[in-house]
């Protein structure tokens, strides 16, 4: 049996000769990079064809055939279509020239995969924003924090201001100037300019953001590293 310790000793091993793999990008791009990503990219393709074999395919497509198999009632609809739409995603890999029958799948999945979004994008970011936008302005609520009136009414009044801005600067209606060129208004034209100003502020703060995990993430293989390196040495960190 593999003692704890052997196996930190491979697992830290691993991840110490990843790390490097890696880190060598910094003199630019090369072999030993290009191994380590491939190696990655094919270990998360099998992870994913692992989760959707045990997790998706089996217990909702294979073990419910086997017992409609079993009962007598293999004419379900609910089993029969998404057998369907297996079957002709199948011939896009295993008949090429039929590949064209497999458009059926990717149309039913692209559908479903916009309806998805687009609920998506309306229940979890238009509504929560414009819900947001709103109680801003309560001012009871606020006052239960213990923010001030003026305080929160300026926070509103930011908020409120920079989504409608924000809203102006994806305006694109335009009309047609004699010369035949295009040309939103002046008032919306204003408007875009002022949303211009608090897309790049909300810009640099996700930038912000992903440079201080980025940086942190540095930090912690870094200390990794030296941590395994001592730790072959004989010395506590």
Do not use: C
Not at 1 to 17: D, H, Q, V
Not at 62 to 88: D, E, K, T
Not at 149 to 170: R, S, Y
Not at 191 to 207: C, D, E, N, Y
């Amino acid at each position: 049996m593999i003692s704890p310790e052997l196996i930190n000793l491979i697992t830290g091993a691993i991840s110490f000769l990843f790390t490097l793999l890696i880190f060598s990008y910094v003199i630019g791009d090369n072999p030993l990079f290009r191994v380590a990503v491939y190696i990655f990219v094919g270990v998360s393709s099998g992870y994913i064809a692992v989760l959707a074999w045990w997790q998706v395919i089996m217990p909702r497509l294979v073990y419910p055939l086997l017992s409609a198999f079993a009962s007598g009632a293999i004419f379900n609809l609910q089993l029969m279509l998404p057998l369907g739409l297996v079957s002709l995603g199948a011939l896009m890999l295993i008949f090429p020239r039929q590949a064209g029958m497999g458009r059926i799948v990717l149309a039913f999945l692209v559908g479903v995969g916009a309806a998805v979004t687009l609920t998506g994008a309306l229940g979890g970011t238009l509504i929560p924003q414009v819900e947001g936008t709103i109680n801003v302005f309560d001012m009871s609520a606020a006052s239960a924090r213990g923010i001030g009136f003026i305080e929160a009414a300026a926070n509103g009044a930011i908020i409120l201001v920079g989504t409608v801005l924000t809203l102006a600067l994806f305006h694109f209606g335009a009309r047609q100037k004699p010369d035949g060129s295009m040309r939103r208004l002046g008032l919306i034209e204003a408007l875009a300019w002022g949303g211009r100003i608090f897309i790049g502020i909300a810009l640099g703060a996700v930038f912000a953001g992903v440079y201080a995990a980025a940086l942190t993430a540095l930090i912690e293989r870094i200390s990794s590293l030296i941590n395994f390196i001592l730790g072959l040495l004989g010395i506590s960190a």
